[in-house]
């Protein structure tokens, strides 16, 4: 069966300085896999997906299938970034499994 | 001009109520989807169909009904609301199961049970 795994619940960095959220994956097939960004108490966007190989908002993610792993990275944080982060593994159907998501917290 | 737009933001009701909630995509899309947020912000499908038809029934107790009239529309009924169903319902829309295009998100209604 799919999992993913995000194995921080809190990440609290200040602002500047570089970020890497953690994500690790299981699962079978050829993964897909996204990074989703919740602002508070607003929807969740999709922020990257690994077939795009793009940067959003400074954020940059690799696949990994040696480690089985898609950690999102940005080498200097903004305040603006605080939010919850869920990686997201699709697979038939279109079905999304999330991992556990992970706040990131940046202090000024 | 919102893309997944769901109905009501807020629902605060009692135990034992029957309540919906209602998810419109204006994407033309040919899927769309339900889950749940719990209270630790777990994030979980329920629910998904294309062309109106169910692809995905999640272990979902046979309480939550989900109704699609046509595939810009999926309803979301519960029957007999117990404290646990208490959290954020997020409707989604993509192309096709198949696609690999991204989901897209309503702003979610958030489910009170008293």
């Known amino acids: 069966a799919q999992r993913v795994t995000q194995p921080e619940k809190l990440l609290s960095v200040f602002k500047g300085a570089p970020v890497e959220l953690k994500c690790n994956y299981s699962?079978?097939?050829?993964?897909?896999l996204f990074w989703y960004v919740q602002y508070s108490r607003q929807r969740l966007q999709l922020l990257l997906r690994?077939?795009s190989r793009e940067s959003i908002k400074g954020f940059t993610a690799d696949l990994n299938k040696g480690e089985t792993s898609f950690h999102l990275k940005k080498p200097f944080a903004q305040e603006e970034d605080s939010a919850m982060y869920y990686c997201a593994l699709r697979t038939s159907y279109g079905k999304l499994t999330f991992g556990q998501g992970t706040i990131l917290t940046v202090h000024p | 001009d919102t893309a997944v737009s769901q109905t009501p933001k807020y629902l605060v009701t009692q135990m034992g109520n029957d309540k919906s909630i209602k998810c419109e995509q204006n994407l033309g899309h040919d899927t769309m989807y339900w889950y749940k947020q719990d209270s630790k912000k777990f994030l979980k499908i329920m629910f998904s169909y294309n062309n109106k038809e169910l692809i995905i029934n999640e272990t979902v107790p046979n309480r939550f009904s989900p109704k699609s009239p046509d595939k810009a529309h999926l309803n979301l009924h519960i029957n007999s609301l117990e404290l646990g169903d208490s959290a954020v319902y997020f409707c989604a829309s993509s192309q096709d199961p198949g696609s690999n295009q991204p989901q897209h998100f309503g702003d979610g209604t958030r489910l009170s049970i008293l």
């Open positions: 699962y079978s097939g050829s993964p897909e």
């Open positions: 690994h077939i």
